[in-house]
């Protein structure tokens, strides 16, 4: 359509975020296919997507091709030119250029037909943009020029230069010298130095060690290329060794360094001397920032991110003892980033109106501002105005379209802010047409008149083909709405707004009707309830029927959603002109305002009700402690809400690190009331932190409690409680132990804790005391070489602390310490039970002071010494022992010594016992079995004892029932036996010789099946290793002899 541009441009849509645009109105209706054809065929004019950015491109790369990148996108698609250092790019005229999708590719670049600043302007029939300047530099590093470099002699002591001279390349380059040939580099030290803004190598004081070759190497940063220089020889003159002198400056930094901020600075000095010159740096007025590093034996000050409170004049000083010097230069830093604090936006206007945009950008040093139209600069002429970053342009024309750049630069660079600017002109059209409107009866309705016109249009209003003049009750606005002032019956009809301009007129129709005001009743209107009631609000209204209604519930004035608010509210829709809201479990929060809000499409009614709810009282205010002694502690607070109930007492609550979270404390009055805000807590502990709180209860509940207090200690005071669980015993001959539980620090009630230690010998009069100053001490220990063992004692203990003394425990009598055991047990014997064992046995000294708790008994083969044997302890008062792991056939000798806490005794005589022989290792063999009913026969080949093995004196046979934690075992002296099965199940028979030394090996064993309540019939196996043949389990017994490992 004609008006397709002006209509889209109302819509609020945008190629850019920040275009300001009309959003649509709230009564618009848009055709969303029409709109979507809107959106896709707008023009605009060109935005930049991708700008090219600098490029640093090494000439000795293998592709000898750049590309400059540039995308934009606009409607109609932007074409693009391409300018270096301000001259269009001619593809036609340099094969070396070609153009691809708006970007720049140059072959075989050139640093001397090349470098410079590139510029990508993109354009469409709606205007042009310039892209920012992008700087296109070469990297390279030529060569040494190849002439032989003069030898430098210099005297012993002597500073010296090495001059490198580098060759063309670009960017900056690393410098390091070669001492006579690659890759023997040179070390940098307190005396060496290369300085990587000269290159050079400087010696402060030359040593014979130094006389040699030396090579400049140098690396190109971007390329990675290096180069040497020819060779610089350095020797030594022979007239003699150089004397001390002061020192010289011979690298130093500029007298004023530019930076731009965010790099990282490095500052070089270093001088020449003999002695070797120390370095040191200062910044004057000021301190050298904390992230500055010192390099180079102080010679490089390096400051990284540099920032613009780092700016200022730095010294460097050389010194060393002959005298000094010092070099002064000035840090500036500058802010290389520029960055916009407002820019222009797309607009669009109507033909006739006034333009101002200003844009504004931040750097330093400040920038300055230009304008471009469609590329081209904009200056101060005619209607237009330009000052600085603000542009002006009266009664904008729809010659004034394009596109505007506002450019903000200094001597570091330029950055552009972009706009298109519309001029619209089109013909009026309504969007809407006709409209319907309702109004209540009595009230004021406002008819509105917006076409979509360029310039604006003129606007008349017109009823039954008159034109409406303006009068108290039909008010003409000034944005053309026409008011109708209390409206009546006689008001209903069509009204006529005419839009007419240069470009052509429009009409649009509003049909006006006018119905019954509304009625909405909210009931209850005020109503209490307490918590964890229910309750309902109804709402109902009365209308014109032939409009609908619409309900919407508040609380305290904003919508309720009802998927919210945990199942609380729920909507209850009961007619169509009748809603309810019940609120379930009512909370404390759910108390406030209720609306109910009414719609029609004539008008909206809200009513409100108020909920008050009943519940636990609030927290009461801020605690504050007024008043604390030893034991008490005087708290005052503010009234809490009491939520509609009445607050009847006060719960006052105490913390300290020894409580169990918060506790009730005991108050003064008791109870307190709730009309009281002041209350004494007492029977505190003295020397004590603690936090207050304070709890208010109502008929409903308890509520929740205050804020805790400040924490407060209370004073001091003499300790009140002595130490439990006194007693003693134990220690060594001579002593008296005694201990005690320390007393809490929650009941040392001050500083400077500590026991009294009171004791005295049964008997007598006085007390001896003892201070404890540590307040964990838990023992005391006396001695006295008079008191004999066992002696009994009146033992107490009490306390003290800075305050004084507290009381003690209550007396009880302990035993000095007893003493080590005074006899050695006796009757000593001791005799082989086995191979491996011997039994030891001794009788208890007499009882009298000094009794042993224990013994220990000592063992060692005959052949070896006492000290190497080893020692067993018995757990009690045992008087028996049995050794075990002994080596059998041996003789061993045994003693045995009591002990008690104190010491050993004395050590019984020695005596001797054999270890029996080991039992014969043959195990019985060939065993046959023969079974009847219950009962089976066992027979097997006797066992032969060796000459080194205890005689046979006898077998065992072990009965075993698997599955069953019973066994059965027979004892008989010949190589046989008859053994009764005590039930159907399944067994294992082993055989084994039973001797002085203990059980032999055991047999082969056998595995017996039998099926219980079936009839047995006689049977007989030897030892085989599978099932015979042709045997049933239900016909017979199977037995089976086998090694055990096989099942």
Known sequence: TPHANSMFASLGTSRKSNRMLKPIGDHDVINLPFLIFLVENEDFGPVFLHEPGDVLFPLDSDERKVVLRCEARGNPPPTYSWYINGTEVD???????????????????SERTDYGKYQCKAENVLGSVLGREALLQFAYLGAFSGKTRGGVSVREGQGVVLMCTPPPHSPEIIYSWVFNEFPSFVAEDSRRFISQDTG???????????VGSYICLVKNTVTNARVLSPPTPLTLKTDGIMGEYEPKIEVHFATSVLAARGVAVRLECFALGNPVPTITWRKINGNIPKKARLRKSQAVLEIPNIQLEDSGTYECKAENPRGGTAFKGHLQVYSESQHWVRMINDTQMDSGEKLQWECKAMGRPRPTYHWLLNGLPLTSQGRVEIVNGELIIHRVQQADSGMYQCVAGNKYGAIYSNAELKILASAPVFLHNPVRVIATLGKDVSLECKPRASPKPRITWKRADRRIQQSRRFMLLRNNTLRIVNSSRADEGSYVCRAENQLGSAEMTAVLWVKEAMRVELSPSRVEVTVGESVVLSCKAAHDTSLDVAFQ?????????FHQHGGHFEYIQTQSSAVDLMIRSILLKHAGKYGCRAQTSADTVSVAAELLVRGPPGPPGVVIVEEITDTTATLSWTRGLDNHSPISTYNLQARSPFSLGWQTVKTDPEPVTGDMESAMAVELNPWVEYEFRVVASNAIGTGDPSAPSRGVRTTEAVPSVAPSNVSGGNGRRHELVISWEPVSEEFQNGEGFGYIVAFRANGTRGWKEKM?????STTYKYRDETFPPLTPFEVKVGVYNNKGDGPFSRVVVIHSAEGEPREAPGDVKAYGISSSEIRVTWKAPNPGPGRPRGYEVSYWKDMEQEESGT???????ETSMVLTGLEGNSLYRVTVKGFNSIGPGPTAA?????TRKAPPAQPPANLVWIQEGNNVSLNWEPVKAKDNESDVIGYMVLLKQEGRGHNQVTRTINPSTMLLLPEGGTYTIDVRALSEGGEGAVSAQARVVTSSGKPIAKSSQRSVHCAP????????LLVLLVPSASW
């Open 91 to 109: 593809g036609a005229a340099d094969y070396r250029y070609s153009f691809v999708d708006g970007n720049l590719i140059i072959t075989n670049a």
């Open 200 to 210: 050079n190598l400087y010696i402060s004081k030359v040593q014979p060690s130094d």
């Open 553 to 561: 519930w508040l609380f305290d004035q904003k919508p309720i959603n």
């Open 772 to 776: 404890v100053t540590s307040a964990d």
């Open 871 to 877: 020692k067993q302890r018995t757990v009690k008062n």
């Open 910 to 914: 020695a005596v001797a016992a054999n």
């Open 1029 to 1036: 043949p042709g045997l049933t389990w239900a016909a017979m």
